[in-house]
């Protein structure tokens, strides 16, 4: 097996939907208080209270362990579409100075030939990771443990300028920033079998292990300074001193235990909610958390391999108040662009009634996805695909009931043989009964005229219907030239009398 591991150091931050530039998270353990999110000026570990003192205009948020859980879900169901089975988990150590490991894994040894190999895979999974909004560390091992370890080593040119002197007290010698002793972790190439993966690991540090601060001191105050001196303790004394399921923490590492794990697959149905940080009144404001829920469904339309058909946002204001959007396609798709068009659109026409406080996207009404096939010669599908959008955009901006074609209905009655309807129903083929020509132009009521001069050769059409409905015609249809047009005129059975009913163009 060969399996991808993303580690997203700032999942925390971007699970709150904060996108200014100066903007922590903080965790807290009794009176202490640390970031758990890195800034330019700031390591994760860092105190609160040093950070401040330099930095008085740092915006500080409050961690949310199940908003993070969210949007690692939410990303889980997007990777889901490069390999299978995808597992995720949040590491998180109730020790101050430490911070959280959000790690998401996918197996993509299955996946290779399908995407061109591992580089442009791994390429193309980390520019989708950039249009969701998130940034992430990746690390390619045949093991889950080992994979996870190497996406957790952080390069030295990655680290930032100001370091936590006294943000972790309780964290060993190894964890602590000193840049003049420490051993450092570069950037590594995917591993591909266990001999590589030891060889590569031995180097590491201790600090890399995601183990506790107690168990970290100790091995520290020992002499043991990476992975590589673990690695060569006898393995039945390191059991002994640390325990059982360390030394089963090595194994799994090195592939040498069986890794279990509870798989994720994505729902048969997409809800996403997105809390927003403060109430919001101007509708501009609300395109940024807007944008980024449609990229996240259209990562689970790619994902399910589906098309979406229509898609409910739901705006939650004070009170337990709600607004509801409802968009509708032309044709099924997974195009965020296009997603995101038809709720904007909605969204700035009808305005928002209240300040809101949550937005909620649901999707349920899915169909096989209309994707087209690229070719370089042929542009039709690509205007189809635009034509729908423009029509998706004017109804979003004139309302669902401004926008109609004609459509067919099995009657024989002309004014009765075609009705308005909406899109997307108009797409399906219409019954039709008809099978002489009509006019184009159809009079809303008919007019009444002399009885004509008929030539020779007029051949009829009898209509004789409406019966059931309380709206009985019985006529005969024929073809005038009047003045230089060709008329549509009939003659009603019994009254005998004339009617202009259409022009034929």
Known sequence: MLWLCLH??????????A????????????????LITPTADFKAGTALARALSLTPDLKVLV?????????????????????????????????????PRALLWVEIGHSLALFGGLKALRDLLCGELLTLGHAAQVGIAPTRAGAALLACAVPCDSMPVREAQDGAASAPTSLRSDTATRPRAGHFEPIHDTVELKRTLARLPLSLLH????????????????????????RDAFAKRFGVQAQLALDRLLGLASEPCDTLVPPETFRRRFELSAEIEEVERLQFPLKRLCTELQAYLRARDRGLRGVTLTVSHAGARQTRLHAQFVDPHR??????????????????????????????????????????????????????????????????????????VADHR????????????AIDEAASLVTQPRPSLLMTEPWAMPP????????????????WDGGDVHRDY????????????????????????????
């Open 8 to 17: 997203l150091p700032m999942l925390p931050l971007s699970a709150l939907g």
């Open 19 to 34: 996108s200014q530039p100066d903007a922590v998270v903080v965790d807290q353990r009794g009176s202490q208080r640390w």
């Open 63 to 99: 961690r949310r362990p199940a908003a993070e859980w969210t949007a690692l879900e939410s990303l889980a169901y997007w990777i889901y579409r490069f390999g299978q089975p995808v597992t995720a988990e949040i590491q998180d150590l109730a020790e101050p100075g430490r911070s």
């Open 211 to 234: 183990w506790p601060g107690e168990r970290l001191h100790a091995l520290d105050g020992v002499g043991l300074r990476t992975l590589g001196d673990l690695f060569a303790l006898p």
């Open 335 to 408: 195009d965020a662009q296009r997603i995101f068009d038809a709720l904007r659109e909605r969204l700035e026409r009808d305005g928002l009634p209240l300040p809101a406080r949550e937005l909620l996207l649901i999707a349920e009404d899915f169909d096989e996805a209309s994707v087209p096939q690229s070719d370089l010669f042929d542009a039709r599908a690509g205007q189809a695909q635009a034509w729908a959008a423009a029509i998706e955009r004017i109804r979003g901006r004139l309302g669902d009931d401004k926008l109609w074609v004609p459509m067919a």
């Open 414 to 425: 002309p004014e009765h043989a075609m009705r308005r309807a909406p899109l997307p129903e």
């Open 452 to 467: 004509p001069v008929l030539p020779p050769d007029a051949a009829f059409e009898r209509i004789e219907s409406g019966w």
């Open 478 to 505: 024929t073809v005038l030239d009047i003045n230089g047009g060709r008329a549509w005129v009939y003659r009603e059975i019994g009254s005998g009398q004339w009617y202009l009913h259409g022009w034929f163009s």
